[in-house]
Every structure is written in structure tokens, then in C-alpha cells.
């Protein structure tokens, strides 16, 4: 996420969720992050696609890293990236699937 904010001067909000937004940050390229979250329990993936609709200006993208069990939009106008663990599944046909093996 701070390379995507330094290489393009961009603004990164950061949601933390479970079945509802527990917490939000915003930062630059300038900030160091090293927060460490930990999930587990019932997930909701609709609230984060509810607070992104809201947000003035729209985010360019939504990149949402999950294990992709819980209920989501049916579709969605804001490009999206779902980041799954190993053993996660893409919650809808709409986005992008990527795998971070960690």
C-alpha cells in the first residue's frame, strides 16, 4: 500500500472490518505502517463496499484483503481486488482474484 501511495501521491484509506467497520486510517506515501491485524470470525464484506459508495471523491479501486467467506455486494462500479489467503475463495464473479501466500 505505500508503494501504491508514494508512485502515485496518493491518499490510502485503510478499513479494518469484521461484520462491521471496526476502525479507519488514512495516510500518504510519508507514513510507515507497521500495524499488524489479525482476523477471525463472521465477516461481512457488504459494509466496506457500502462506507467506499459514500466516500467523496469515489476511491479509483478497492483492494480487500480477506479469506472471502462471508456475504458481498452482488456487483460493484468500483474496480476491485480480492487479495485471498491460501485457502480463501472469491466471494463473487465480479473482481479480480489474487493470492498472498504467507
Known sequence: LLQIARGRQS????LYAGSTIRKIDSFSGVRQVSEVVRG???TDLRP???HALQMQPRPAALIYLTDGYGPAPE???IPTLWVLNRDGKKPVDWGVELRLEI
Open 48 to 50: 466496506v463496499f457500502e
Open 40 to 42: 477471525g470470525g463472521f
Open 75 to 77: 456487483r460493484m462500479d
Open 11 to 14: 491518499r490510502i484509506t485503510v
